[in-house]
C-alpha cells in the first residue's frame, strides 16, 4: 500500500512531467509522433519540435496554471475565485508559476477569459459559456483541488465547477472537471473501482441538476469504454486520459497520451496526474524527475500541501 505523500507527489510532478514531456510533440499528428521507444524530453534528432525555443523539461501553461492554483488554495484555505483570477493575470502578465516567468502556450479561452479578467469582468463571468467554448483549459489544472480538498464530494464538485467558470463557463467543462476530481478523490482514498465510484457519487449529487446530469450521461458518457484522439475538445481530452492510462506503468501511460498527438501535452498532463497518483512518485522515471526544470517553485508548495497530511 502506497503513502498518502507518495501519492500526492506523484499527482503533482505527474502532471507536470507528463506536461513538459507532451510539450514538443504538441500540434503534430498521431502519424508524425516518434515510436514510443524515442518519445523523451528531447525528441529524436529531426523531430519538427513545437515551441522549438523552449528547454526541453519544461511545463507549459497546464503545469503553471495548476500551480497556481494549488498556491491560491494554500494561501487563502479556500478556493477563493478572485484570489485565483488574479494569479491568472499575473501568470499572463509577468509569467507566475511558470519556468523562467516564460509563458509560450496560452489557450484560446483562457487568454480571452484573462482579457474580460482585466477589463474588470467579474471571475465568475469571465470564461465563455457557448457550447462551442469546451476547451480542456480548466481540466488541465484542476488536479490540485481535489488533493487539497477536506469536503463532501458534494462541496468537491461545487468547486471544481466553480474554479472552471473563470476561464471556461460551459457546464461541460465544469461537469468534466468534478468528475476528473472525484476520480482522482477515489483513487486517494484508495478505492477499488474508483472511476465507477466517481460516476455513482456524482449522478446521486446531480440528481437535483437536470443540465449537468445530462451532460454526464448523454454527452460525456462515463459508462462507455474509453477512446479519445488526443484533442483539445475538453470531454476528448478526459476520455483520451483514460484510454491513455490502460497502457499500465507511468512512463507507458504518459508516452501513450502523447502518441495519440495533437494536444500531447495537455493529454500527458491530464492522464499523468492520475497516473502519478495511482503510482506515487517512485513511478515517474528518476531521469524525467531530474531533468525537470522549476522545481524550485514546486517543492515549497508539495510541503504545504503534505503537512496538511500529517
Known sequence: MLA????????????????????PYEFHSLEEIPPLVQIEMTPPNGFRRAHA????????????????????L??????????????????????????DNWVFDVGIQTSQAIRSLQKGVPPRQAGAAAESNNGNGSL??????????????????ADAHLQSLVTHGHIRSQVCCALYCLWARQILYERPNPWADAVSSLRAIYRTNPAALAELNDTIRPDD??????????????????????????????????????DTDTT?????GIAGLQQGVQAIPAHWLAQ???????QPLMDRLLHLFV
Open 4 to 23: 498518502t505523500a507518495d501519492r500526492i507527489q506523484g499527482a503533482i510532478y505527474g502532471l507536470l512531467v507528463g506536461d513538459a514531456l507532451g510539450v
Open 140 to 157: 488541465m489544472r484542476v488536479l490540485p483541488l481535489a488533493l487539497w480538498h477536506r469536503g463532501s464530494d458534494a462541496e468537491l464538485v
Open 53 to 72: 525555443s523552449v528547454p526541453p523539461a519544461t511545463w507549459s501553461d497546464d503545469g503553471a496554471l495548476a500551480l497556481a492554483l494549488l498556491a491560491s
Open 74 to 99: 494554500l494561501d487563502c484555505g479556500r478556493l477563493d475565485v478572485d484570489d485565483f483570477a488574479r494569479r491568472l493575470v499575473e501568470w499572463d502578465v509577468h509569467g507566475y508559476m511558470a519556468v
Open 225 to 262: 469504454p474509453p477512446q479519445g484522439s488526443g484533442s483539445g475538445y475538453v470531454v476528448d481530452c478526459l476520455h483520451s486520459a483514460r484510454l491513455a492510462l490502460q497502457a499500465g506503468s507511468y512512463p507507458a501511460a504518459v508516452k501513450a497520451a502523447i502518441a495519440l498527438g495533437h
Open 292 to 298: 525537470l526544470r522549476g522545481k524550485e517553485l514546486v
Open 268 to 272: 500527458a498532463c491530464v492522464a499523468g
